[in-house]
DNA sequence: CTAGTTGCAAAGAGTTTGCATGGCG
DNA sequence: CGCCATGCAAACTCTTTGCAACTAG
């Protein structure tokens, strides 16, 4: 038994709050520290921010310049939720799209691979930027 | 005018015949190096593979945990080529598939966004690793 | 010869880790 | 109280930059 329990603490909680409460949008551990958004210790919110993700609470993104950026993640059980990414203005779109889900499965079917559409980003460029 | 000419040089050369030589493979800066794989100092291979990414010669990948990789670029034009990548074994899988197309055509037409895809790369799961 | 290029080493940026202290249960 | 979590600072990894020597044109 490898049970290991974990205490909720007042620095995951702000955490998570924090996120909660700017759903929808997204922010890299650099931003968070820099301009001291969350008041905890860089190394527990990096810590926190792991953490999270691991538990499916955060989202987490890889961003086109290769940094890490986290959102709060409201739809766990969605998998037919792809995110566009713009690379000029940098908008994150979210598709939740049926069509998407033939996608997935054709990709599945024909190319013996199951897509995380969560993981997974698109990158383009957005009707605005055009 | 802000003409700037550049030199061909020998260690240039040496990269691009590198990916030339291992086209349809991805390396990142750090493996090359680690690896000696290229005779070049690490700066030189890091000017070289940006440089050699502006011009197009080689495309820049972002993976996953926010590494940078590159590959020879053959098809500048071919905009039906997908990646998938392995979340397990971190295989990259190359996927020319007309039926990709298709979702980019739909993607466009109905969300208003124009994906590139040789920048999006798709995660999940292999064949082999499931 | 002139200006772009190389390579070393040092500096940076972002993230992780070690360790003593603090706090949840 | 035991054990996990925090926070500081140091360590790390990957990448960029400064600079003197070098080389393509």
Chains 1, 2 share one sequence.
């Not at 953490?51 to 955060?58: A, P």
């Amino acid at each position: 038994m490898d049970e290991t329990r974990f205490y909720r603490t007042r620095q995951r909680e702000l955490v998570l709050q924090f996120f909660s409460d700017h759903s929808g949008e997204c922010f890299c551990a650099k931003d968070l520290i820099a301009q001291k958004l969350i008041p905890v210790g860089a190394a527990t919110l990096y810590r926190a921010l792991a953490r999270l993700n691991d538990e499916g609470k955060l989202k987490k993104y890889i961003e086109a310049s290769g940094g890490a950026y986290y959102q709060y993640n409201e739809s766990e059980a969605c998998h037919c939720h792809f995110h566009l990414k713009c690379l000029r203005c940098g908008a994150l779109i979210h598709m939740d799209c049926a069509q998407m889900k033939e996608v997935q499965e054709h990709i599945a079917a024909d190319h013996d691979f199951v897509v995380d559409s969560g993981k997974s980003i698109l990158y383009g460029v957005c009707k605005k930027c055009r």
